[in-house]
T-cell receptor, first 114, second 112 residues
Framework: DAGVTQSPTHLIKTRGQHVTLRCSPISGHKSVSWYQQVLGQGPQFIFQYYEKEERGRGNFPDRFSARQFPNYSSELNVNALLLGDSALYLC?????????????FGNGTRLTVT | SQELEQSPQSLIVQEGKNLTINCTSSKTLYGLYWYKQKYGEGLIFLMMLQKGGEEKSHEKITAKLDEKKQQSSLHITASQPSHAGIYLCGADIGTSYGKLTFGQGTILTVHP
């Protein structure tokens, strides 16, 4: 079975632009989470979606938004990009929404903002 | 300060040596996960621990969650170059629904 897939793998944007990152969960998984990982640090929680509804949100500005589609895939949108948004963005899926089900991560999208 | 502290931050060992990585929280860990990450890539799930005193093993890697559920350790026996990478602990510490809090990671280098 395919794991979590993310696209694109790499992206270069200019300050002020907008970006959309995409994620397809493991088949049968209904929960998708997004994390931001800055170089040298652990991933930071951005959002969790379960059954197309936002179930959790981390400490990120409103420039960050996400949604989940009926097929459980998800998009992460970031507006008005800042240099500090440069990071590896990780998507993870799980079968249920709580901590009883481990997260399975994709390989991430490397975003560089210049 | 970090909500989850990992130690050491980096570790260099000779192939065949045993090693331990620790993950400590000031809050109760409701679910504790260990992941491995190759530089710039995604996280690979290793093990999940939920009950105080629980211990799990996979191949040469053993993880434990202490009785008070505030500390976990990851032990690798007879390390191999294939064990090299970044080890991350992640946990639900009850701060936000669906959120995993991660430690800063431990960089493991294994010299042949």
């Amino acid at each position: 079975d395919a794991g979590v897939t993310q696209s694109p793998t790499h992206l270069i944007k200019t300050r002020g632009q907008h970006v959309t990152l995409r994620c397809s969960p493991i088949s049968g998984h209904k929960s998708v989470s997004w994390y931001q990982q800055v170089l040298g640090q652990g991933p930071q929680f951005i959002f969790q979606y379960y059954e197309k509804e936002e179930r959790g949100r981390g400490n990120f500005p409103d420039r960050f938004s996400a949604r989940q589609f009926p097929n459980y895939s998800s998009e992460l949108n970031v507006n008005a990009l800042l240099l500090g948004d440069s990071a590896l963005y990780l998507c993870a899926s799980s079968s249920i929404a709580n901590y009883n089900s481990p997260l399975h991560f994709g390989n991430g999208t490397r975003l560089t903002v210049t | 300060s970090q909500e989850l502290e990992q130690s050491p931050q980096s570790l260099i060992v000779q192939e065949g040596k045993n090693l331990t990585i620790n993950c400590t929280s000031s809050k109760t860990l409701y679910g504790l996960y260990w992941y491995k990450q190759k530089y710039g890539e995604g996280l690979i799930f290793l093990m999940m621990l939920q009950k105080g005193g629980e211990e799990k093993s996979h191949e040469k890697i053993t993880a434990k969650l202490d009785e008070k559920k505030q500390q976990s350790s990851l032990h690798i026996t007879a390390s191999q170059p294939s064990h090299a990478g970044i080890y991350l602990c992640g946990a639900d510490i009850g701060t936000s629904y669906g959120k995993l809090t991660f430690g800063q990671g431990t960089i493991l280098t294994v010299h042949p």
